[in-house]
């Protein structure tokens, strides 16, 4: 994309992408700055993350992610986008650095028959519902999954993972005495 980039990533231990894309971040922006005589931050500000959690929802940001350049109107077809996991995933082509998850492996026996079933569900699109669902959860940085996995999320960080309406609940109206 022109102005920001999509990642999911998966880690084994608590805070690693954290460290990793701190570490991109600086190592990058030193390259940047030397290569074009300047100085200062690239960056508007820390990247935003959201913990995905459950089937459902990992399958579905994937495709959000390699859908985006067409949804941007820079590439009819996914696969022209040359930044995009897509083709690794349509079978076109290997990269060492993307890693098919286990529910994208199991879309198929093999690379042509998951191919064929990825190329299936990104001409379906994703539902305008989910498009919203992916941007608020991302922009608000919260914990994007089904309920069960939310409210287990909840339980080992101790504090809320949902997406709440912003500002304080509405107060309920004080009920009026009773004239007896």
């Known amino acids: 994309m022109g102005n920001h980039v999509h990642l999911l990533l998966a880690a084994a231990e608590a805070g690693a992408i954290s460290r990793a894309m701190r570490t991109i971040g600086q190592s990058y922006a030193q390259y940047f700055n030397r290569r074009h005589g300047r100085t200062g931050t690239l960056w508007q500000g820390r990247f935003k993350s959201c913990l995905v959690g459950d089937d459902r929802y990992l399958l579905t940001v994937v495709r959000y992610i390699e859908l985006n350049p067409v949804r941007a109107g820079m590439v009819d077809d996914p696969a ?7 083709r690794v ?9 993307v890693v098919p998850h286990p529910l994208f492996m199991a879309l198929g026996r093999d690379t042509r028959q998951r191919g064929e079933v990825w190329r299936r569900l990104l001409l379906e699109g994703i539902a305008a519902d989910d498009i919203v669902a992916i941007r608020r959860h991302l ?4 914990a994007l999954g089904e309920a ?9 960080l ?3 993972v949902a997406c709440r309406p912003p ?14």
């Open 89 to 97: 995933h349509l079978g076109e082509r290997q990269e060492p650095w």
């Open 148 to 156: 069960r996995f939310l409210e287990e999320v909840e339980e080992r």
């Open 80 to 86: 022209a986008y040359p930044w995009s996991s897509v």
């Open 167 to 180: 500002g304080r609940p509405a107060r309920k109206p004080a009920e009026a005495p009773s004239r007896n």
């Open 158 to 160: 101790g504090h809320s």
């Open 139 to 142: 922009s608000r940085e919260r």
